[in-house]
C-alpha cells in the first residue's frame, strides 16, 4: 500500500487502473483511492511494492511526493453472499460503504480504526477493510467470532486464486505482466485511450496482435502455466491460468493467443 497521507481526508471514489510502460506492457494493476486533487492513496499487488514505489518515485512529478508505508497496513478482504451478516454481528462506529468502487474512512470495527472499501477480487460482493498493522489480528479475530455461525472460513491466497479464476478475472504475474499489456488482457474498460496523454498509450492504440481467451478442459487434468498452445501444430499462444472450477464442475484455463486464431474460433 502505498500512500502520501492518510489522515484527515474525506471518502470519495476508488478506481481500478494499470500502470503500464511506455512499450504498453503492465507494472502493475491497482486500486487508486482518490480523497482530493492531491491527496491519494495506491494499493498495489504486494509482491509489486518496492517495483511499483520505485516507478512511482522515476515518474512522479517535482511537486508530488510519494511515500511507501506498506509495512504500516494490513489488509483483511470479508467476501461473499453473507458478509453483511457477518458484519451485524460486530460493533460498528461509522457507514458501510454500499457502492462497488466507494470507501469510507475512519469505520470502527470491533474497536479497529479501518478504511471500508467495497471491493474485491473474488467475484464476489463484499469489503475490504485497510487498517493500522497491529490491529489486524484483533480485526481477523473479531470477525471470525462473528462469522462462526454462519459459515465463515479463513481463506488463503490459493483459494482466493481459485476465486477469481472462476470469475475470469486477471491476476499480475499470469494474464498481466511486463510482456502482456491490459487490453490483451481483454482490461479495454480500464484503458482510457480518449485521453490525451498517459504512459503506455500510444502502443495501446496500436492493432492487438493478442486476445485472452477462455478454456475448458476435456478431461481432468490440469493446464499449467506457460503451457504451449497449438493448433494444426503451429503454436498460437501460452496458458496463463489453469484449474479446478468448483461451481462449474469442471477444468478450465485462461491463456493468451494470437487474434487471428481467436478470431477463426480454432479453439
Not at 514505489?53 to 478482504?77: C, I, M, Y
Not at 469489503?127 to 479463513?154: F, N, Q, R, V, W
Not at 492493432?207 to 481467451?213: D, E, G, H, L, T
Amino acid at each position: 500500500m502505498l500512500t502520501n497521507d492518510l489522515t484527515g481526508m474525506q471518502p470519495l471514489r476508488c478506481r481500478y487502473s494499470p500502470v503500464c510502460y511506455e512499450d504498453g506492457g503492465t507494472v502493475d494493476d491497482i486500486l487508486v483511492y482518490k480523497y482530493s486533487d492531491d491527496r491519494y492513496l495506491l494499493v498495489v499487488n504486494a509482491g509489486n511494492t518496492d517495483k511499483d514505489f520505485e516507478w512511482l518515485k522515476s515518474h512522479a512529478p517535482e511537486d508530488v511526493t510519494v511515500e511507501n508505508r506498506s509495512a504500516e497496513w494490513g489488509q483483511l478482504a470479508l467476501q461473499g453472499p453473507l458478509f453483511m451478516r457477518v458484519l451485524e454481528n460486530v460493533k460498528i462506529t461509522g457507514d458501510i460503504p454500499a457502492k462497488n468502487y466507494t470507501f469510507t474512512e475512519h469505520v470502527t470495527v470491533a474497536d479497529v480504526d479501518c478504511l471500508v472499501s467495497r471491493t474485491g477480487y473474488t467475484g464476489e460482493d463484499g469489503i475490504e477493510l485497510y487498517c493500522k498493522a497491529s490491529g489486524t489480528a484483533k480485526l481477523h479475530a473479531a470477525l471470525m467470532e462473528a462469522g462462526k455461525d454462519i459459515g465463515l472460513l479463513p481463506c488463503g491466497l490459493g483459494a482466493r486464486d481459485t476465486l477469481r479464476f472462476e470469475a475470469s478475472m486477471p491476476l499480475y504475474g499470469h494474464e498481466l505482466s511486463r510482456e502482456i499489456t491490459p487490453k490483451e488482457a481483454g482490461l479495454n474498460f480500464a484503458v482510457k485511450t480518449a485521453k490525451p496523454e498517459f504512459i503506455g498509450r500510444e502502443a495501446l492504440l496500436q492493432p492487438q496482435k493478442r486476445v485472452r481467451i477462455g478454456l475448458k478442459l476435456i478431461d481432468r487434468g490440469i493446464a499449467r502455466e506457460l503451457a504451449d498452445l497449438y493448433v494444426g501444430g503451429e503454436k498460437v499462444g501460452h496458458v496463463t491460468s489453469g484449474g479446478v472450477a468448483p461451481t462449474l464442475s469442471g477444468n478450465y484455463a485462461m491463456a493468451i493467443v494470437d487474434v487471428e486464431a481467436a478470431e477463426n474460433e480454432l479453439f
